[in-house]
T-cell receptor, first 115, second 109 residues
Framework: GAGVSQTPSNKVTEKGKYVELRCDPI?????LYWYRQSLGQGPEFLIY????????DSGLPNDRFFAVRPEGSVSTLKIQRTERGDSAVYLC?????????????FGNGTRLTVT | TQLLEQSPQFLSIQEGENLTVYCNSS?????LQWYRQEPGEGPVLLVT?????EVKKLKRLTFQFGDARKDSSLHITAAQPGDTGLYLC?????????FGTGTSLTVIP
């Protein structure tokens, strides 16, 4: 079966613009995570969904960031009024249950560049 | 924020050498996972350790979970160029996975 799919793979936008990043998890995975990663660093947690609801959104840096998962499958990360500091690789991962014994399956990420 | 510190941050070694990567935290985790990431790709799971003191072997890789479940180590024997990548530990706190700061390994042929 297909793995986690993220689109677009690259996104260049101007400061102040709005962007949407899409994540298609593995079918049947109830847990979905968004992370942000800078070059050579570990992924930084943003938000975790269990089904349709955000179980933990404590990692969202400010109210410009928002994520949805309306049908418990595809998720969209939305960033308003982008800033140059938002430039990073945004990773999405899904897992069967969301517990520690259930591995995270990552997509290849969306590289966001804010000019 | 539960911080997982990895050391060393960068490691460059010759093929055939042994190495150990450390993952330390002041927090207790119910389980800990190790991932390897290559450029342009997402991290890929290597192993999950659950029990304090647990040791798992995966070919030339040996993983250990500390007795108190706050730290872990990854030992690679006879490193090969194919081992090159970013190694990440991730602790499960029950609601999310916290990733370590990462260890970038380069194995020179």
């Amino acid at each position: 079966g297909a793995g986690v799919s993220q689109t677009p793979s690259n996104k260049v936008t101007e400061k102040g613009k709005y962007v949407e990043l899409r994540c298609d998890p593995i079918s049947g995975h109830t847990a979905l995570y968004w992370y942000r990663q800078s070059l050579g660093q570990g992924p930084e947690f943003l938000i975790y969904f269990q089904g349709t609801g955000a179980a933990d959104d404590s990692g969202l840096p400010n109210d410009r960031f928002f994520a949805v998962r309306p049908e418990g499958s595809v998720s969209t990360l939305k960033i308003q009024r982008t800033e140059r500091g938002d430039s990073a690789v945004y990773l999405c991962a899904s897992s069967v249950t969301g517990t520690g014994v259930s591995p995270l399956h990552f997509g290849n990420g969306t590289r966001l560049t804010v000019t | 924020t539960q911080l997982l510190e990895q050391s060393p941050q960068f490691l460059s070694i010759q093929e055939g050498e042994n190495l150990t990567v450390y993952c330390n935290s002041s927090s207790v985790f119910s389980s800990l996972q190790w991932y390897r990431q290559e450029p342009g790709e997402g991290p890929v799971l290597l192993v999950t350790v659950v029990t304090g003191g647990e040791v798992k072997k995966l070919k030339r890789l040996t993983f250990q979970f500390g007795d108190a479940r706050k730290d872990s180590s990854l030992h690679i024997t006879a490193a090969q160029p194919g081992d090159t990548g970013l190694y990440l530990c991730a602790g499960d706190s029950g609601n999310q996975f916290y990733f370590g700061t990462g260890t970038s390994l380069t194995v020179i042929p």
